[in-house]
């Protein structure tokens, strides 16, 4: 019986080993591809942002003072992309494993970089700073949802991680279950080889 039960113990652990190398392996191309849809969707709302909501602005630069906008703004994005890549991938085990703790690094992340490019966009004459103060409508945003259904990739290594992790859960519990049972055995055992008739 604690034979067949330490062996049981053993196949969990090694799945439960398993299935955390895995994530390592997927964790790092999620942050990979999240860093580079980030980047595209991005470029994508600047875009829309000056030519869309303040097309005026935009149009009262001079060919030169756009063509600086656009080299701070590809300069800026892909240095703000590198950089929620690099945290995603020094983010711990934890995080890694719970999905919840991913989704608010990475929201976080979002904001701090947008924070950055509306500056960089006040600081060009797009938007002004009463815009930046108050009226969040007014400036440019982005959010996790938008990039995840945009890119079949990053939706595709969300989904094994959400999986791996829902499978991580089931093997713990199945392993406490597990020393529970190698417990009692054990106890059993004891009582069995102290009884005397």
């Known amino acids: 019986m604690l034979m067949r039960i330490d062996k049981d113990i053993q196949n969990i652990q ?29 470029l994508l709302a600047v875009f829309s ?35 929620i890549q690099a945290q995603l991938e020094e983010c711990d085990r934890d995080s890694r494993v719970n999905q919840e703790n991913l989704d608010n690094l990475l929201s976080k992340l979002l904001d701090e970089s947008m924070a950055t490019l509306n500056q960089l966009l006040v600081d060009s004459k797009i938007l002004s700073a009463v815009q930046i103060q108050g009226d969040k409508a007014s400036q440019m945003s982005i959010r996790l949802a938008e990039i995840e259904f945009t890119d079949r990739q990053v939706m595709s290594h969300r989904g094994e991680l959400r999986v791996l992790s829902a499978r991580i859960a089931h093997l713990q519990n199945e392993l406490e279950k597990k020393y529970q ?15 005397v008739e």
């Open 14 to 42: 090694k799945a439960i080993a398993d299935a955390l190398a895995r994530i390592d392996t997927i964790h790092l191309e999620y942050s990979q591809a999240i860093a580079r849809a980030t980047q595209q969707q991005i």
């Open 49 to 83: 942002f000056c030519t869309q909501k303040c097309p005026e602005a935009f149009l009262a630069l001079s060919l030169s003072e756009r063509q600086d906008l656009q080299e701070s703004l590809r300069k800026t994005i892909k240095t703000l992309c590198d950089r």
């Open 181 to 195: 049972q190698k417990t009692i055995a054990e106890a059993e055992l004891a009582w069995r080889s102290a009884w």
